[in-house]
């Protein structure tokens, strides 16, 4: 027997929620071509897994590396933790579909949380150019949602108020389109640019257009209404429109909250629709600072909110609203900008900040993002991180970091140390679950839940896209104060069979081919 590569002497956790049990596993080409007690075979590589686990590669079900994977043949953020597949376009919000109209302002909106610049720009319209592009031009496999925000944007403009007859049809015939290409469903961020404008009934019909499909609604639901009364909108949503329903990063600012949230999830969410949901292991939030701007802001596109925020009004209105928000600025704090001379404060808090320059907060915020033309990142302090363990415990839980990162920004850990923190503080020092069920979280129950054949399952036959780490010394490193921390105890990450992460660091191919392969929903 001849194996391209033989993973020797580890313990198999499958992604299926199935004990683990110790054998060999042989790859040939893309897959899995053996399992068992393989001590007679010869390999071209062999690598020694004695003492480690061998698990599916990890599937991160809510990112922001949309430009980045773009840009960067091995995101070492993201391998370096074990994650193989990437679902891009969260949040409603995304690089694609675009028009030639539209695609510079959408690559202004989303500078906050991502890489491109408009030199990058490669001429795509559609989510599947977008995807085509990134095929084999990373280490990591992705599949995209389609972010609806851009098919608001596409039909009817940045506007505020309801949609007409037209207009709904362009975006259903756009939603087909995308499905038909192999999308995983629709994406909405209603926190953010042009979806907040979005109803109810405007959002059930759209919705309707991928049941043939069984699209999944995945969406960040209207936070800033209410969690729990955006949840229930969300369910609504599925129910009326006969979709399954996707949350994304649910959580709670406190113990009641949590327990009022979980009761609804179990006594109505589960039984009215097909449901789940996903979070990172931590408290704290991180999002676009100007996600404390009011929503008028918006209604003439990313372009025009430079000259808004020069209105005393609007400035006016910022104030009321940072009134309002859950969090006051001291626990605001400012992570990224594209400017030196503002990223100064990276890591001070919006209260930090204004004091420094003799500003009120609001004036701090809207001088900000003119100065940045809108491109500044924040991190949102939370309490306790346990507050997320009745989630994490929750059977209707799946793993999705939400990472957003920058190199030079003082970000949330979460894009470094998710998988990580699960494997080891959450599971083998706090014993939340089991390290079996841990596993299927980030693999075997996002695959069946994303679409995903042939993947999240160690098994003969599937693609050999898999993960070795040591259970006794695996854990995260990246903190708050020091984010860009790569963790300790993933001894081995592959994709499609070729090894992207070995011994603490990244493996980029030469040349321009790299593993990652751009791939379909299956509903
Ligand atoms: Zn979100």
Redesign the pocket.
């Known amino acids: 027997m001849h194996f391209d590569t033989l993973i020797r002497g580890g313990t198999i956790i499958d992604g299926t929620g199935r004990e683990r049990y110790a054998a060999d596993v042989g790859l040939r080409g893309d897959r899995i071509a053996a399992i068992g007690a393989l001590e007679g075979a010869q390999a071209s590589h062999t690598l020694d897994a004695t003492g480690k686990i061998i698990a599916p590669g990890l599937i991160d079900v809510h990112t922001h590396a949309d430009g980045w994977l773009l840009k960067t043949p091995n995101l070492e953020c993201k391998t370096s933790q074990g994650f193989t597949t990437e679902v891009l376009m969260?949040?409603g919000i995304s690089y694609a579909p675009v028009t030639p109209h539209s695609w510079r302002e959408w690559f202004v909106y989303l500078r906050s949380l991502n890489a491109l610049v408009p030199e990058d720009y490669e001429g795509w319209h559609s989510i599947a150019d977008y995807q085509a592009l990134l095929d084999r031009r990373t280490a990591q496999n992705v599949i995209s949602e389609i972010p609806y925000a851009n098919l608001r944007v596409l039909a009817a403009g940045w506007k505020r108020g309801p949609l007409d007859d037209s207009q709904i049809k362009i975006i259903r015939r756009e939603v087909e389109k995308e499905m038909d290409a192999g999308a995983v469903g629709i994406s909405t961020?209603l926190d953010y640019v042009s979806e907040c404008f979005a109803t109810t009934d405007e959002l059930v019909e759209v919705c309707a257009a991928m049941a043939p499909w069984r699209g999944l609604y995945v969406t960040?639901v209207r936070y800033k209404k209410g969690t729990l009364a955006g949840v229930k909108e969300a369910v609504e949503i599925g129910e009326r429109a006969g979709v399954p329903v996707h949350i994304?990063?649910l959580k709670a600012g406190t113990a009641a909250e949590a327990e009022e949230i979980l009761a609804y999830v179990d006594r109505v969410a589960v039984h009215a629709v097909d449901f789940s949901f996903d979070i990172y292991p931590y408290s704290a939030g991180s999002?676009m600072f100007n996600y404390l701007l009011p929503y008028e802001v918006w209604e003439d596109g990313p372009l025009r909110v430079i000259e808004k925020l020069s209105d005393p009004v609007i400035r006016e209105r910022t104030a009321l609203l940072l009134e309002c928000f859950p969090l006051p600025p001291e626990k605001i704090r400012f992570a990224w900008c594209p400017g030196e001379e503002n990223l100064r404060h990276r890591g001070q808090s919006l209260a930090q900040i204004a004091a420094a320059l003799g500003k009120s907060p609001a004036d701090t915020v809207c001088d900000m993002v003119i100065e940045e033309n809108l491109a500044a990142l924040s991190v949102l302090e939370g309490g306790d991180d346990r507050l997320i363990d009745p989630f994490l415990q929750h059977d209707k839980f799946m793993l999705g970091t939400?990472g957003i990162y920058f190199p030079n920004g003082q970000v949330h850990p979460r894009v470094y140390g998710s998988a990580p923190r699960m494997l080891g503080p959450l599971v083998r020092d706090r014993k939340l679950f089991t390290l079996e069920a841990a596993v299927q979280k980030m693999s075997g129950i996002p695959a069946e839940r994303f679409g995903l054949t042939d993947r999240g399952e160690v098994r003969e036959g599937a693609i050999a896209d898999l993960v070795v780490f040591d259970p006794i010394t695996v854990t995260d490193r990246a903190t708050h104060a020091d984010p860009h921390q790569l963790s300790i105890g993933i001894n081995h990450v592959l994709t499609s069979g070729i090894e992207v992460f070995a011994t603490g660091r990244a493996i980029t191919l030469p040349g321009p081919q790299q593993p990652g392969r751009a791939l379909r929903y299956k509903g």
């Open positions: 969260s949040d961020g960040h994304s990063h999002t939400d």
